[in-house]
């Protein structure tokens, strides 16, 4: 990925400013890893199919700093990890068969989310707290609409809310806080260190 320079920055590259093939292969992986691990944070509940985990936390916080394109290839990358049978995923099985897993639109929706949120992280959402909260919320917003609609085939359309969207809406307004202190004060910090 190169050219990252004439696109608008995102954290990462502001803090990381080498441009180059290492720098954009080790981010990529390590973002991909950040998301396996984060994914293993899981509490699963009795009455839904779907684990409540740091997944998706990982996942736009990925976007956020790393924006769209390197966001998206990172998804795509741990993904690649699940299906090529790794144990990386909180709920779909690993190997090819987590394409028709319960959870597969959360999996499809975890790419469209990190090119979102960073798509708005590139035009400066990530540089205040009610900006932050509003593309973290957008980006939950994405992966719940994936999640929810593929899920309705398992459950169907009477239960899917219950059991694919509100119980995790607590968790998501921590998650979302949480960047939004993260990610604004990313950017003061490297401020202060870039004055004289």
């Not at 990386?88 to 987590?98: D, K, L, Q, W, Y």
């Not at 960073?118 to 990530?126: A, Q, Y």
């Not at 085939?153 to 119980?167: C, D, H």
Request: charged content about 10%; aromatic content about 10%.
């Amino acid at each position: 990925m190169t050219g990252i320079a004439s696109h608008p920055k995102v954290l990462v590259d502001t803090v990381w400013s080498a441009d180059g093939l290492a720098r954009e292969v080790s981010l990529v992986i390590g973002g991909s890893l950040a998301i396996a691990a984060a994914a293993q944070l899981r509490i699963v509940l009795p009455f839904t199919l779907v684990p409540v985990t740091g997944q998706t936390f990982a996942v736009l916080l990925v976007g956020a700093l790393f924006g769209a394109r390197r966001g998206a290839a990172t998804v795509m990358t741990y993904l690649s990890l699940g299906l090529m049978g790794l144990p990386v995923f909180a709920a779909a099985p690993p190997g090819p068969g987590a394409l028709l897993s319960p959870t597969a639109g959360y999996l499809a929706g975890f790419v469209a989310a990190a090119w979102v949120t960073g798509t708005l992280s590139e035009r400066g959402w990530d540089r205040r707290p009610w900006s932050t909260a509003l593309a973290m919320g957008i980006g939950s917003a994405v992966i719940f609409a994936f999640g929810v609609l593929w899920l309705s085939r398992f459950v169907g359309w009477t239960q899917v809310l219950q059991t694919g969207f509100l119980p995790f809406i607590p968790g998501d307004l921590l998650k979302i806080g949480l960047a939004t202190a993260i990610l604004p004060a990313g950017w003061k910090l490297i401020g202060r260190r870039s004055r004289p």
